[in-house]
C-alpha cells in the first residue's frame, strides 16, 4: 500500500498483465495521483463500469462491463482512448464528441449498439479510430469527412447501412480503411480515388453494386485491395493494372463480368489473387506468367475456356491453385510438376485430362480432380 501524497510527481503508473481483480471503480483512489497522465491496467481481472471522471491522457483498461457514461465529457485532458477487448454495452454517447484531444479512439471488440454519433466528427485531432467488432447499425455519418488528421479507420463487423459518405474523400490522410461485414450498399464513391495515400481497403461482405470506378488507378499505393462478397458486375477497368504495389487483390464471390484483363501481368508483387465465383470468361491470360510471387491463385466457378497454360511452371511461389468449375480444355501440362510448393490443387469439374505429376504426390499434394478424365495417385474424386 502507497499514500498518494507520497507520488505526487508520479505520471506513468503500468498494472498491465498482472492478476488485479475486482471492480475497477476501486481505481478512483489514484484520481488523487494529480500528475498521472497514463495508466495502463489492461489484461487484468477487473470489472465494472468506468469511473465517470478519468482525467488521463492514456488510459487502456479490459474486462470492463457496463457502458460508457455521459459525464466522459469530463475527461478532457484524454488524449488516446482504448477500451477495446471488453463487455461494454449500450450507444457510444455524443458526449464523446467533446474529447477534443484525443488522437486514438479504440472501442473495438465489445457490444456497443445504435449509432456512431455524427459529434465524432468534432474529434478532429484523431490518426485512429477504431470500432470494429461491435453490434453498430445505421449509416456512417458524414461528419467523418472533418476527420482531415486520420490515418486508420475501422468499421468492420458491424450492421452499418447505407452508402459510404463522399465525405469520405476528404480524407487524404488516410492509410487503411476497413468496411468489411457490415451491409453497405450503393455504389462505391469515385471519391475514394482522391485518398491516394490508402495501402489497406478492405469491403468485403457487403451489397455494394455497380462496377469498381476507373478511378482507383489513381490509389498507387495500395498493397490490400479486397472487395470480395458483393454484388459489383461489369469489367476490371484497366487501371487497375497502374496498382503495381498490391500484394492481395480479392475480387471474389461478385459477378464480374468479361476476360480477366490482361495488365494484371503488371501486378508483379501479388502473393494472393482471388477472382473465384464470378462470371468471367476467355482464356487465362499469357501475362499472368509475370505473377512469379503469387502463393495462392483461385480462377475456380468462372466460365474460362482454353487450357491451363504451361507458364504455370513459372509460379514457383504457388502453395494453392484453384481452377475447378470453368470449361478449361486440353491437357496437364507437365510443367506443373515444377510447382514443389503447391500444396492445395482443384481441377475438377472441368474438361481438363491427363494426369497429376507424381513428384508433387510425393511432396504433399492434396488434389480434387475429375478421377475418369485425370490420374492422380493423391486425389480425391469428383464424380
Not at 59 to 74: F, H, K, Q
Amino acid at each position: 500500500p502507497f499514500e498518494a501524497r507520497d507520488l505526487e510527481e508520479l505520471s506513468i503508473l503500468l498494472f498491465r498483465r498482472n492478476f488485479l481483480i475486482g471492480d475497477v471503480t476501486s481505481l478512483e483512489g489514484l484520481l488523487r495521483l494529480t500528475s498521472l497522465r497514463v495508466l495502463d491496467v489492461g489484461e487484468n481481472r477487473l470489472d465494472g463500469d468506468l469511473p465517470v471522471v478519468w482525467p488521463y491522457e492514456d488510459t487502456r483498461v479490459t474486462d470492463i462491463r457496463g457502458s460508457i457514461p455521459t459525464l466522459i465529457r469530463l475527461m478532457s485532458n484524454l488524449t488516446r482512448l482504448s477500451v477495446s477487448s471488453n463487455y461494454l454495452s449500450g450507444s457510444i454517447p455524443s458526449e464523446i464528441g467533446l474529447l477534443a484531444n484525443l488522437t486514438f479512439l479504440s472501442m473495438s471488440w465489445n457490444g456497443f449498439s445504435g449509432i456512431i454519433p455524427s459529434e465524432v466528427g468534432l474529434l478532429t485531432k484523431l490518426t485512429d479510430l477504431e470500432l470494429s467488432w461491435n453490434s453498430l447499425s445505421g449509416r456512417i455519418p458524414s461528419s467523418v469527412g472533418l476527420l482531415t488528421e486520420v490515418s486508420s479507420i475501422g468499421l468492420g463487423w458491424n450492421t452499418l447501412s447505407g452508402h459510404i459518405p463522399s465525405s469520405v474523400g476528404l480524407l487524404t490522410k488516410l492509410i487503411t480503411l476497413s468496411l468489411y461485414f457490415n451491409r453497405l450498399s450503393g455504389s462505391i464513391p469515385s471519391e475514394m480515388g482522391l485518398l491516394t495515400d490508402l495501402t489497406v481497403l478492405s469491403l468485403r461482405t457487403n451489397q455494394f453494386t455497380g462496377s469498381i470506378p476507373s478511378i482507383v488507378g489513381l490509389l498507387t499505393k495500395l498493397k490490400e485491395l479486397d472487395v470480395a462478397s458483393n454484388l459489383l458486375s461489369d469489367n476490371i477497368p484497366s487501371e487497375m493494372g497502374l496498382l503495381t504495389d498490391l500484394t492481395v487483390l480479392n475480387l471474389d464471390r461478385n459477378k464480374f463480368t468479361g476476360s480477366i484483363p490482361s495488365n494484371v501481368g503488371l501486378l508483379t508483387k501479388l502473393n494472393e489473387l482471388d477472382m473465384s465465383w464470378n462470371l468471367f470468361s476467355g482464356s487465362i491470360p499469357s501475362q499472368m506468367r509475370l505473377l512469379t510471387k503469387l502463393e495462392y491463385l483461385d480462377l475456380e466457378i468462372n466460365s474460362l475456356s482454353g487450357s491451363i497454360p504451361s507458364y504455370v511452371g513459372l509460379l514457383t511461389e504457388l502453395t494453392s491453385l484453384y481452377l475447378s468449375s470453368n470449361a478449361l480444355t486440353g491437357s496437364i501440362p507437365s510443367q506443373l510438376g515444377l510447382l514443389s510448393n503447391l500444396r492445395t490443387l482443384g481441377v475438377d469439374d472441368t474438361l481438363v485430362t491427363g494426369s497429376i505429376p507424381q513428384s508433387l504426390c510425393s511432396d504433399g499434394l492434396s488434389a480434387r480432380v475429375d478421377c475418369d478424365r485425370v490420374e492422380c495417385t493423391c486425389c480425391s474424386c469428383t464424380v
